[in-house]
């Protein structure tokens, strides 16, 4: 591939994820980021911080590991 094909993929990809996220995000505050208006189920929650800790962990052990 060309050097400016991928550049150009970069920005077609980085341009889409704006877009979805204006359209998603029109009705959004600060309660519904964190809290998600109080409508997920504890599971979900659950499962949500299980894979942030497990993210972080990842993140910061493995370049020490290395």
Known sequence: M???HIL???VAY???LIFISYITSKS???ETFFKANNSSPWY???F???GASLSGVTFISVPGWV
């Open 2 to 4: 060309q050097p400016f």
């Open 8 to 10: 150009l993929l970069i």
């Open 14 to 16: 980085f341009s889409l």
């Open 28 to 30: 959004a505050n600060n």
């Open 44 to 46: 979900v929650v659950a």
């Open 48 to 50: 949500g911080m299980i």
